[in-house]
């Protein structure tokens, strides 16, 4: 395995051990303990999740200051959740000093390039206390979403408890029981077009990362990548925060993490290749490369 997976010093099959977090998480509720466990030590003093927005599964940005508020914000939704417009507010009118925040890989990499060319973002740099990262093969528009769940899954909205992309199919779960799924080829064109150039699966540059890919359903796959997200994780571990199984001891494992990370950085460098001679005797901007 190579570089797909990004830097990291450990990883695991993890689970929280609160059965409160795990009710709603959508796997194994790292995000909201690990945000949990950092407030309550006083590690963060707020974390910018996606929390429920004005209509059902359009996720909202918010700055969750409490245990309560991050249970409000487990489960994925499928769609944007610009987490990051949030990451200079936070250091203003919410006035924190130690700032979580979790996001896509994209939003990971946002996070990083505020600290090293904060343009704009004047006291932001020294302010991010721990960046988890999700990991991400696409998103969509809140749009598609709604197409794909009424149209093609033809369920209401609010009547859906869970969505979930896994095991080569979009997964829609009603509140009554009803499971109905739609292969990944229905999908695809509604995909966000950013998201085709995009290089990153596991969230390279998080502290920590976190994904249900490799692990059994209700764990989730850890990565530990950096040094500050090594020692609160530590803690939580200590605290007995989590349950963890070593990733080679679970099926299927980092290898699957690894195919799947090599799939969509391949496919996507396809297309950021293809930019280069996409109009004829012009190209489309790389934003890889410096412009000439
Ligand atoms: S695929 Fe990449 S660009 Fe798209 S949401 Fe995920 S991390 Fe962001």
Known sequence: MGTELGVYKTCVSARSTSKEILKKAQDGGIVTQLFAYALDEG??????????????????????????????????????SPNVALIKEVTRSYGLDKVGIVGTPCQMQAVRKGQLYPAGLRDVPDKIALAIGIFCMEN?????????????????LP?????????????????????????LKVTHKYEQPGCHVCLDYVANLADVSTGSVGSPDGWSTVFVRSKKGD??????????????????????????????????????????????????????????????
Not at 58 to 79: D, F, K, Q, W
Not at 165 to 181: A, D, L, P
Not at 284 to 289: D, E, I, M, S, T
Request: hydrophobic letters at 40%.
């Open 231 to 292: 020692d609160i994780w530590s803690k939580a571990m200590a605290a007995g925060c989590f349950e963890t199984k070593p990733i080679e001891q679970v099926k299927p494992g980092l290898e699957l993490v690894s195919k799947l990370a090599n799939e969509k950085i391949s496919k996507n460098q396809k297309t950021v290749e293809s930019r280069a001679t996409f109009g004829v005797n012009k190209a489309l901007r790389n934003p890889y490369v410096s412009p000439k």
């Open 43 to 80: 590690i963060i003093d707020g974390a910018i999740v996606a929390g429920p927005g004005p209509e059902p599964w359009r996720p909202m940005p918010m700055v969750a200051l409490t245990s309560e508020e991050l249970m409000a914000s487990r489960g994925t939704r499928y769609n944007l």
């Open 159 to 183: 009547a859906v408890k869970k969505m979930e992309i896994g095991k080569g199919k979009f997964w829609v779960y009603g509140e009554r029981g009803q499971v109905v799924t739609l292969p």
């Open 140 to 156: 969509f528009p809140y749009q598609s979403i709604k197409q794909l769940v009424e149209d093609h899954a033809g369920m209401a």
